[in-house]
């Protein structure tokens, strides 16, 4: 999986960090507090992808992201105010509630210490990773994303969102690296679209969030994991 490679790109949400669930929780409430609809969980994450996939050519899939959820939830805020909304919801989750999946940090520290460059390459917006940087302390404590990655590239570096691979050409571009020396971890289908459409490999780190995705995941992905003590176990045995 590692032979010939120089750098590992990892995904945020779902990958790296157990997000998810907690994003559901966010769009939960804010679909409750802008108007007059319910849904489930993982309609909820499904609703929330789809449409960010449908976006992502668009200069911001998260306005137009609230725009979507205004007219579906019959609510009479614009859009802008939906999306300010939710990033105020979401500021208590991002600095307190947010955590890497279990072993997380395990995989960067040993890779990090084994001479790989590590890269976050992620649709994640810019506010977001600030607060990760400088108030998660379940992250500053573990593995501080500026000790651990030479590259981070959040939403705000590209004009189009994966499936789109702009952030990958970036990286490549940056690093002056070939496709075949670089290594993909991705959680979700849109992530390992991008991967295959820059040719770059790509592991999975299983997240049940993209069950619904699950064949299409395993017909793409060159590695498969249940989660990042496996991972471990496998790049050990490896490098």
């Known amino acids: 999986m590692l032979e010939g490679k120089k750098v590992v790109i990892f995904d945020l949400d779902g990958t790296l960090l157990d997000t998810i669930g907690i994003w559901n929780e966010i769009d939960a409430e804010l679909i409750k507090q802008i108007g007059d609809g319910t849904i489930d969980?993982?309609?909820?994450?499904?609703?929330?992808?789809?449409?960010?996939?449908?976006?992502?050519?668009?200069?911001?899939?998260?306005?137009?992201?609230g725009g979507f959820l205004k007219e579906k939830y019959n609510s009479k805020m614009s859009k802008e105010e939906i999306k300010a909304l939710r990033y105020e919801i979401a500021d208590y989750y991002l600095k307190n509630i947010v955590d890497y999946k279990p072993n997380a940090e395990k995989v960067l520290k040993y890779l990090q210490d084994k001479g790989f460059t590590l890269v976050i390459a992620s649709t994640t917006n810019d506010h977001t990773i600030e607060n990760y940087k400088k108030y998660n302390r379940n992250i500053i404590n573990k593995a501080n994303f500026e000790d651990m990655f030479t590259l981070i590239y959040s939403k705000g570096a590209v004009k189009e969102l994966k499936p789109n691979p702009e952030v990958h050409y970036k990286v490549l571009k940056e690093l002056g690296v070939k496709p075949e020396e670089c290594l993909i971890v991705e959680d979700s289908l849109i992530g390992v679209e991008a991967a295959s459409n820059v040719k770059i490999d790509v592991a999975?780190?299983?997240?049940?969030?993209?069950?619904?995705?699950?064949?299409?995941?395993n017909k793409l992905a060159q590695y498969r994991f249940n989660d990042f003590e496996e991972m471990l176990e496998c790049i050990e045995a490896e490098v």
Do not use: G, H, T
């Open 41 to 65: 969980d993982i309609d909820i994450a499904e609703q929330r992808d789809s449409k960010l996939k449908e976006y992502s050519k668009c200069e911001d899939a998260y306005l137009e992201y």
């Open 204 to 217: 999975v780190i299983y997240d049940k969030y993209s069950d619904r995705d699950r064949e299409e995941i």
